[in-house]
């Protein structure tokens, strides 16, 4: 008796229900995806960066326009506003640097002769002579005063484009803020009836992470630059606004900005004071404001809006330095913040938004008990599974809202702007 032939599955698909067609879609979507944010580094950046400045002056427009009740006139004086204030440190910052510079040759000299001093006493302990010494010092000079300047420079020329096309960055975030409402329910006209209420409080939701980093940021950034001068100011080292507020500046960006932000004033403490103590105070006093600005300020300040997890801004900081360098490093936590609220508004990423909290270890047990079911796995995106949930019931926003585009953003969409 012939036996039954075996059941054949469909071609492409796995007991699972994921589909090879959908994997292969997304890895070269993806692909594509990586690939343009790499090579078009000059377009992008200025782009968000232009995307981050609006969403960061959105309050002072908002305010504005309650006032005059003119969108584009509010608009326009935000940003001569935000321009002055711009303006004003770029020009402080330059007079500074320029008074350090005509004493460049000096602070030269007197750091080759301190280090002259220093390597008397240590030289003859390595069996090295006084020429060789000198050379050494010498290599050694220049290595230290190249990198940090190599290193500050490099970043901000990569940095957005931020400052070589300062003009473009302003284009775009005088566009972002007139074109907000637009631009906010384009991106819910594309959802679905039942999900445009979901999806109104996602964006509502990054657009507040985006404004409160920010601003938390420069509050941050304002914090350090007042204890770094008051520090230096007590220990005796000139231009201790400079340097005190340099260091915050470059604070934003992660790990480097700090070494070389105290790098600098050390190195000019050596060539312009005659002590040892006042080097190894600055050391001390970047130390300590680093140690309470790690534990006190930017939890307290910062804690509530990012909320990611050290491996997860690491790994950000990682991949946004290869992708857009110094630029990338600046915006990699706020964008994986921004990703993470989005996450958890889509139900099969619900478990890698946990995966990118600050509360990873404590929740760490839901991975099996809350997220242990097939509608939180990864595959439904690949077997056309995946959709945008809500916690609750979802409402349809008002079609008589979605005519109005010119009105203020209240009137927009069913819940006000944050």
């Known amino acids: 008796m012939p036996q039954p032939l075996p059941s054949i599955k469909p071609p492409g698909k796995i007991h699972q229900g994921v589909s090879f067609q959908r994997i292969a879609h997304f890895l070269i979507c993806l692909s594509i995806v990586l690939y343009a944010l790499y090579a078009g580094s000059s377009f992008f950046i200025p782009l968000t960066y232009g995307m981050f400045f609006a969403l960061m002056l959105q309050p002072a427009c908002r305010w504005f ?24 440190v ?10 350090i510079l005509t004493e460049a040759d000096d602070i030269y000299a007197g750091l080759q002769e301190t280090l002259y001093e220093w390597a ?31 290193i500050v420079s490099t970043g901000l020329s990569t940095s957005g484009v931020l400052l070589a096309n300062f003009s473009l960055v302003a284009i775009y975030t005088f566009f972002f803020l007139l074109y907000r409402t637009a631009v906010k329910n384009f991106v819910l006209g594309q ?21 409160s980093y920010l601003g938390g940021m420069l509050l941050v950034m304002l914090i350090l630059g007042i204890l770094n001068s008051a520090g230096l100011f007590a220990i005796g080292l000139d231009y201790f606004l400079v340097w005190g507020f340099l260091a915050a500046v470059l604070g934003v960006i992660p790990y480097i900005g700090t070494l070389v932000g105290g790098l600098l004033p050390f190195v000019f403490a050596i060539a312009t004071t005659e002590s040892v103590w006042q080097p190894l105070l600055v050391v001390v006093l970047y130390v300590t404001v680093q ?64 995966l990118l909290s600050d509360d990873l270890y404590e929740r760490s047990g839901e991975f099996l008990s809350t997220y242990n079911g097939p509608r939180f796995r990864l595959a439904n995106l690949f077997s056309g599974k995946g959709h945008i949930s809500s916690p609750g ?24 702007e944050p």
Request: proline share 5%; charged share 15%; net charge negative.
């Open 65 to 88: 326009e309650h006032i005059i009740h003119h969108r584009m006139l509010a608009v326009i004086l935000t940003l001569t506003a935000a321009t002055i204030l711009v303006v004003a």
């Open 90 to 99: 770029i020009l402080f910052f330059f007079n500074q640097v320029q008074g």
């Open 393 to 416: 019931p979802r409402t349809r926003l008002s079609k008589k809202a979605a005519k109005q585009p010119s009105y203020p953003d209240a009137k927009v969409v069913a819940d006000p």
């Open 291 to 354: 140690f309470v600005e790690g534990n006190f300020i930017t939890p307290k300040v910062l804690g509530g809006s990012v909320k990611i997890n050290a491996l997860a801004a690491i790994i950000a900081v990682i991949i946004g330095s290869f992708f857009w360098g110094i630029a990338g490093i600046i915006l990699a936590i706020p964008l994986l913040a921004m990703v993470r609220i989005i996450f958890t508004h889509i139900e099969p990423l619900r478990p890698i938004a946990l």
């Open 120 to 150: 008397e006493y240590g030289g003859g302990t390595f069996g090295l002579s006084g020429e060789e010494v000198e050379t050494y010092i010498d290599q050694a000079i220049t290595s230290v005063s190249d990198e940090p300047l190599g």
């Open 191 to 211: 959802l679905s009836d039942g999900d445009q209420q979901e999806g109104l409080q996602t964006l509502n939701e990054v657009q507040q992470i985006a404004k």
